[in-house]
T-cell receptor, first 114, second 113 residues
Framework: DARVTQTPRDKVTEMGQEVTMRCQPI?????VFWYRQTMMQGLELLAY????????DSGMPKDRFSAEMPDATLATLKIQPSEPRDSAVYFC????????????FGPGTRLTVL | GENVEQHPSTLSVQEGDSAVIKCTYS??????FPWYKQELGKRPQLIID?????GEKKDQRIAVTLNKTAKHFSLHITETQPEDSAVYFC????????????FGKGTMLLVSP
């Protein structure tokens, strides 16, 4: 049963430090999404890749966040420098064709910035 | 852009009762409406979806209805069980390769034995 994997599962860091989260999409999926989940805002889309090309990163704070897909098996989300307000659960999801198709979520990375 | 409103934010029912969660959307071009279930500490998972060419879809104890004119859609769970307790998210998107899902804020459903 293929699943999206994410590392690390939990991350505690000090304000100002760089944080890198990694995601391995399901083999054969060509869309990748990064979401941030908080109690107040729910699930917010940060970035959307299709065939490794970034299609939408309008939800991402550009000054400190960056998302890349170095290859089809790896997506990364980086925060530099991190701030306490970045504390949240970050989910990666992958899909087969487009945004209007089932998205398979990873287990999430719980980030705490002190 | 699309805006999805979801109500209620919390819902408590007794085991065996029905539960209904409602969502409204703003973009009349939206034509794909999935529902995701997220158990505590787990990942969201798709439980049912509907496209705008149908008005209702059923899968055992869950059903989704869509009213395109009024721009709202609902999730119905019958004969609720304690394992139905979770946060449920509705979402909407258009059928475009560039489109993404816009999620509602979620409904926490608690089913008491």
């Amino acid at each position: 049963d293929a699943r999206v994997t994410q590392t690390p599962r939990d991350k505690v860091t000090e304000m100002g430090q760089e944080v890198t989260m990694r995601c391995q999409p399901i083999l054969g999926h060509n869309t990748v999404f990064w979401y941030r989940q908080t109690m107040m805002q729910g699930l917010e889309l940060l970035a959307y890749f299709r065939n490794r090309a970034p299609l939408d990163d309008s939800g991402m704070p550009k000054d400190r966040f960056s998302a890349e897909m170095p290859d089809a098996t790896l997506a990364t989300l980086k925060i530099q420098p991190s701030e306490p307000r970045d504390s949240a659960v970050y989910f990666c999801a992958s899909g087969r064709t487009s945004g209007s198709d089932e998205q398979f979520f990873g287990p999430g990375t719980r980030l705490t910035v002190l | 852009g699309e805006n999805v409103e979801q109500h209620p934010s919390t819902l408590s029912v007794q085991e065996g009762d029905s539960a209904v969660i409602k969502c409204t959307y703003s973009d009349s071009a939206s034509n794909y409406f999935p529902w995701y279930k997220q158990e505590l500490g787990k990942r969201p998972q798709l439980i049912i979806d509907i496209r705008s060419n149908v008005g209702e879809k059923k899968d055992q104890r869950i059903a989704v209805t869509l009213n395109k004119t009024a721009k709202h859609f609902s999730l119905h769970i019958t004969e609720t069980q304690p394992e139905d307790s979770a946060v449920y998210f509705c979402a909407a998107s258009t059928d475009s390769g560039y489109s993404t899902l816009t999620f509602g804020k979620g409904t926490m459903l608690l089913v008491s034995p």
